[in-house]
Nanobody
Framework: QVQLVESGGGLVQAGGSLRLSCTAS????????MGWFRQAPGKEREFVAT???????IYKDSVKGRFTVSRDDAKNMVSLQMNSLKPEDTAVYYC?????????????????????WGQGTQVTVSS
């Protein structure tokens, strides 16, 4: 069972930037895709970005051009660089690990493709 620990959340003004990181342990990180999801108060959790084991990425339309997901297999880490943040980006952000070895992701992203989840990190964007 993989363990995921997120870090990097916080409070930022609109237009600012934050970088989230997620460190994984418990299995061979490079063989699995990773994803970032978020949940705003009163809303369902939604996909933000994914990166598969080949490095191929998929983004939610509203974050394209502002967010960048990347992975460092040597450090067992996936990151989410968030620029030009907006108040509507306020949410708890979750890191998730793909459920299948060498699995690929396709739209629409299905949460059942992910087997392990982090505890979440709060991102608050003030206007």
């Amino acid at each position: 069972q993989v363990q995921l620990v997120e870090s990097g959340g916080g409070l930022v003004q609109a237009g600012g930037s934050l970088r989230l990181s997620c460190t994984a342990s418990g299995r061979t990180f490079s063989r699995y895709g990773m994803g970032w999801f978020r949940q705003a108060p009163g809303k369902e959790r939604e996909f933000v970005a994914t990166i598969d084991w080949t490095g191929t990425t998929i983004y939610k339309d509203s974050v394209k051009g502002r967010f960048t997901v990347s992975r460092d297999d040597a450090k067992n880490m996936v990151s989410l660089q968030m620029n030009s943040l907006k108040p509507e980006d306020t949410a708890v952000y979750y890191c998730a690990s793909g459920a299948r070895t060498y699995g690929l992701f396709r739209q629409p992203i299905d949460e059942t493709d992910f087997g392990s989840w982090g505890q979440g990190t709060q991102v608050t964007v003030s206007s």
